[in-house]
């Protein structure tokens, strides 16, 4: 039996612009099983990449219940969030995000700096994870030396390199070229089918939406039903 | 883990002009910083490193400098056998009576002058100081009008060359050799017979007598004897405590240089902290992105004050290089003890050098800190979105 990832029951989230109120997300109720691969679709404004950002605990709703992994994650504090993401989520984001000054190993290695395995073994996680996403041969370039689905492909492996349950991805090939993208997306499949991640991803690509085992339209702020 | 030190280093290193002038700023305060630290310290050791521990200095009642003081020929009598004073190996009682002028002298260069003592001494007042050694020439001869002058002021002066011939008091006198006193007060002073200065200057009396006590114990006896000795109306001093005392001249020395210094510090923490500011401007996603794969604030926090103290610390190192160059530079200034000149050598010491990588880390702290909690506290979200 399939175990319940993220379970999110009346979420809402209100941003405060000046004496405006705008309701980002409104009552929104989603679960997630272990393995899935969501994909989040709607208009630009409707909320997809809030929601995203909630449920990796990098922001906070404003009411509601969200249970991720087993985890009130609202209730944590900053620094156990940090831990708790280090632990249990991995990132890609559409710009990529690595840091231009460390080579795409120590890129992958970041996350590792966080936990208790030495230097040896960090090391053999990092390689593991640029092998997967087929950059083995490109461990000691530096960002700017690497093409934009280089690039992400590096920012994949960082993602998976701590083998988080929970893979968020925000419009992972909103900057990429389409043979680069499929290549990500590819990867993404890969993670998702072989080696059972769950996967979350933001997209306005029909074509990305095709790689996730379920699609959900958001529009305005509000989780369309299924098939919507 | 800490976030990689490697990453600020290459930050540094990609904004490596920016890094540059921000470390020169600091640079540049903590040169100044040890300058004039090495200034006043150089006077300090100077003086504080002067006298045997049973030497005693005896003076009139009242005086503050040997300058400002007389001792009677029939006071030099009583002195000479009071009891608890060495003997030389020629079984005499181990006394100089010295007598003390000044004289007004051109600098080396220069059309202005500044005062120099003449100390005029007894046969045994060489003696009395062990740190004294002839480097040229030979020692004065009574009678002559024959001086020795030390290296220093030969240095600074003009006419105080060896063979060179000074004109003061009712004539000329030759320069016959000059002497180190190995960095004490004596450095700053032109030696003769007291005898043949006293006549020049017509001086009855002596400025002051100095003893050498048999022990310890004995420096206290010497002391009680001549304060109790109503007849006498002296009082007698240690010889280091007597320079230990002008020390205090250093002071504002010292003062004005921790002033001077902490202005500029004012500004090259200033300096710094508008470079992390712009640091943290410009890496903000890179900040939001650290945050989401898990690093703390308390990470970034410690990133971002290391790297300004990485700034702070090459600045100082840059700025202890270019002082290190004035140790042991001569330069000389008046002893408001005696109103004379006090000539003594810049002193750059590992302790000093210490003091300022500690000032430079002070700045790079304060320069740090403002920005990197800024960085600590930067919206995840906000800082994601950023350009």
Redesign the interface.
């Known amino acids: 039996m399939a175990e319940t990832v993220v379970q999110i029951q009346g979420l809402s989230k209100i941003f405060q612009r000046d004496s405006f109120s705008v309701a980002a997300l409104e009552d929104i109720d989603l679960t997630l099983e272990s393995g899935e691969f969501l994909c989040l679709m709607g208009p630009s404004g409707s909320g997809k990449t809030t929601l995203l ?1 909630i449920i ?1 605990g ?2 906070r709703p404003t009411k509601g219940q969200l249970r991720v992994l087993g985890e009130d994650v609202a209730q944590m504090s ?2 156990r969030l ?2 708790w ?3 249990h989520v991995g ?1 890609v ?1 559409q ?1 990529f ?1 690595l ?4 080579t795409a190993y ?1 890129n992958v290695e ?2 590792l ?2 936990t208790k395995l030495s230097s040896g073994a960090r090391q053999e996680h990092v390689l593991a994870a640029l092998k997967l996403v087929g950059l083995e041969d490109r461990i000691h370039h530096y960002p700017r030396q690497l093409s934009g689905g280089q690039e992400q492909r590096v920012a994949i492996a ?1 993602a998976i390199v701590t083998d988080p349950t929970l893979l968020m991805a925000d419009e992972p090939t909103g900057d990429l070229d389409a043979h680069s993208a499929e290549e990500v997306l590819d990867i993404l499949t890969r993670l998702n089918r072989d080696f059972k991640k769950t996967i979350i991803m933001v997209t306005h690509d029909p074509r990305a939406a095709r790689h996730a085992t379920v699609t959900r339209q958001l529009e305005k702020g509000q989780l369309l039903p299924l098939g919507a | 883990m800490a976030i990689p030190i490697k990453y600020n280093f290459r930050n540094l290193v990609v904004r490596r002009t920016t890094t540059l002038m921000t470390a020169l700023s600091i640079t540049l305060t903590v040169t100044v910083f040890v300058v004039l630290m090495a200034l006043a310290q150089g006077l300090q050791i100077s003086l504080s490193a002067t006298g045997q521990p049973l030497n005693v200095i005896i003076m009139r009642e009242g005086s503050q400098s040997e300058a400002t003081s007389s001792v009677t020929r029939d006071s030099l009598q009583v002195i000479r056998y009071l009891e608890g004073i060495a003997k030389t190996d020629k079984g005499e009682p181990w006394v100089s009576p010295e007598l003390i002028v000044l004289i007004n002298l051109p600098r080396r260069g220069q059309t202005q002058g500044s005062n120099v003592t003449i100390r005029g001494l007894g046969p045994d007042g060489p003696s009395l100081r062990p740190e004294f050694k002839m480097v040229a020439g030979r020692f004065f001869r009574s009678g002559l009008r024959e001086v020795i002058v030390s290296k220093r002021i030969s240095e600074r002066f003009q006419d105080c060359g060896l063979g060179d011939k000074l004109k003061f008091a009712k004539g000329y006198w030759t320069v016959v050799g000059l002497f180190d006193a190995g960095g004490t007060a004596y450095d700053s002073e032109i030696w003769t017979d007291s005898n043949d200065l006293s006549a020049d200057f017509d001086r009855e009396a002596y400025s002051s007598v100095m003893v050498r006590a048999i022990d310890a114990g004995a420096v206290t006896r010497l002391s009680d004897q001549i304060s109790n000795d109503r007849r006498l109306h002296l009082k007698p001093v240690s010889e280091r405590e007597y320079y230990e005392n002008q020390t205090r001249f250093a002071a504002p020395i010292k003062a004005l240089g921790l002033f001077i210094a902490a202005l500029m510090a004012v500004g090259a923490s200033f300096a710094a902290m508008n470079t992390m500011y712009a640091a943290v401007a410009r890496r903000t996603k890179e900040i939001g992105t650290l945050r989401v794969v898990g690093f703390s604030r308390g990470s970034i926090l410690l990133s971002f004050i290391l790297e300004s103290l990485l700034i702070a610390v090459l600045g100082g190192l840059l700025g202890c290089v270019l002082a290190l160059p004035v140790n042991g530079i001569t330069t000389g200034t008046t002893n408001f003890a005696t109103f004379s000149e006090v000539a003594f050598n810049f002193r750059v010491t590992p302790r000093l050098l210490m003091d300022g990588m500690i000032f430079a880390a002070f700045m790079g702290l304060i320069g740090g800190f403002f920005p990197a909690w800024r960085a600590a506290h930067e919206n995840i979200v906000t800082a994601l979105r950023s350009a």
């Open positions: 950002n990796a990098i922001d900053e620094d940090a831990t993401r280090n632990v990132f984001f710009t995000n840091i231009p000054v460390l120590e970041l996350p700096l966080l960082r």
